[in-house]
């Protein structure tokens, strides 16, 4: 194989708790401030306590043509992470060794200068990854049709719209061909179609055996561009390895233990008070049997709603007692105890999540609740042949009944 682009060798980093200063969230505004010299730490040492680690002990390799995906909870250490290896911030500890030109595509529009028009901003950046000017002229046209901003091209980019912005701040670090690309959250913003225009050019970039580092909360995104995943919490490593299996990790951080709910903090109206699943595992085709304790301060109308998303996060199935069904139900001051049957479920073998809300229909959403009951499909072979249907991105997961007649 050969060598890594990225390796990251016992990389933590030291934060003072607090000492975030919340107008420099964005990794563009931290770079103005690195530059500005906004961001110097402070000359007193802060106190012991006070100090906690946002990355700790972190290394892994990144190997030419990969695409890897870093996922994890809000405050995981994800950016922090992107920072380092972008050379903003030194780690405390531990050390980054890099093979390539890099481009930082952290909170889009890293390096872009607010007065410069779309054409000198282009160049710019250009510079700032070390590319000479002939070099960027060739690649000029490209990135322009990529961001569709020709009419502007000649406009300082604080008259830009936030879409406008995005995508050429992503046409620039994606063109200008470095041999690292990192991207946080570029799939948060733009419309769908420029977020598919982008996946295709990752993927792009990656086969022409470049490296991409994707931060994103859009598990569909990591599920279907990513090889392989990091998951980051507390600043740890919790999993690296094949993206499926790091997303099945990271769902797993949100799960309800042995398919039991208790909402923790339960609204004053009426609300799921807790939900219970009959089994965490099912057959193909079979119910899901679930038990809710409904808590109410008075009478009411009411409905139950449910999704069920799979292990990426994607929605495949909704279903309703209303409006669906048409069948609203009574509740009365106290606990009322529900039993729904949902199913059958045409799923594939794997990990699912059942979300649950308590409605008015059409009127009010009264309580979703807070965390979803999660199940696996066992076993699922839908045209009893003895084909393993597997969850997966090339698949999917529902499988209906399919026939055929010969015509003659
Ligand atoms: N400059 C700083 N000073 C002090 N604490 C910081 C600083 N930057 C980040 N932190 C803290 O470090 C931890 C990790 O933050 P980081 O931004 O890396 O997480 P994240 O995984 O990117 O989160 P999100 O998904 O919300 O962007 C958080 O607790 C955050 O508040």
């Excluded at 070390?130 to 502007?152: L, N, P, Q, Y």
């Excluded at 009365?332 to 059958?344: F, K, Q, V």
């Excluded at 393993?388 to 055929?404: H, K, L, M, N, W």
Aim: charged fraction near 20%; include cysteine.
């Amino acid at each position: 194989m050969s060598a890594p682009s990225i390796r990251a060798l016992g990389v933590s980093k030291e934060y003072v708790r607090g000492g975030h200063n919340p107008s420099l969230r964005t990794f563009r505004e931290a770079l103005a401030g690195a530059v500005t010299g906004r961001f110097r730490p402070s000359a007193r040492p802060a106190p012991r306590d006070d100090r906690f680690l946002a990355l700790s002990d972190v290394s892994f390799d990144v190997h030419p043509g990969e695409v890897m995906g870093i996922i994890g909870r809000n405050g995981a250490g994800k950016s922090t992470l992107l920072k380092i290896l972008s050379r903003i911030t030194a780690p405390t500890a531990g050390r980054i060794e890099v093979r390539g030109r890099i481009a930082s595509l952290l909170e889009v529009g890293t390096g872009f200068h607010p007065e410069l028009t779309g054409r000198e901003n282009i160049r710019l950046n250009g510079a700032i990854i070390g590319m000479t000017s002939s070099e960027v002229a060739r690649k000029f046209d490209r990135i322009v049709a990529f961001s569709e901003v020709e009419k502007f091209i000649d406009t300082p980019i604080k008259h830009y719209s936030s879409g406008m912005y995005t995508r050429l701040a992503f046409a620039v670090a994606a063109h200008l061909e470095p041999e690292i690309l990192i991207v946080d959250e570029v799939l948060a913003v733009g419309d769908a179609e420029f977020q598919k225009k982008c996946l295709g050019k990752m993927n792009e970039i990656a086969g022409q055996g470049r490296t991409v580092l994707l931060v994103s909360h859009n598990l569909s995104a990591i599920g279907a561009l990513c090889q392989n995943a990091i998951l980051l919490d507390g600043g740890r490593i919790l999993h690296h390895g094949a993206a499926a299996d790091t997303i099945a990790h990271y769902s797993g951080l949100f799960r309800g233990d042995d398919g039991v709910v208790v909402e923790d903090k339960p609204p004053s109206g009426p609300h799921i008070a807790s939900a219970t699943l009959a089994t965490n595992q099912i057959l193909f085709g079979e119910k899901l049997a679930v038990t809710c304790m409904i808590q109410s301060p008075d009478r009411r109308r009411a409905a139950i709603e449910v999704e069920i998303h799979d292990g990426l996060g994607r929605k495949l199935i909704y279903s309703s007692t209303a409006p669906m069904h048409g069948q609203e139900f009574d509740i009365y001051p106290g606990t009322n105890r529900l039993m729904l049957g949902i199913g059958a479920l045409p799923l594939a073998r794997g990990s699912y999540e059942l979300h649950l809300w308590l409605s008015k229909p059409w009127v009010e959403e009264f309580h979703r609740l807070s965390v979803p009951l999660c199940f696996d499909v066992v076993q699922s072979d839908p045209g009893g042949a003895g084909f393993d249907f597997q969850q997966s991105y090339e698949r999917g997961c529902v499988a209906v009944p399919i026939t055929f007649e010969r015509q003659e």
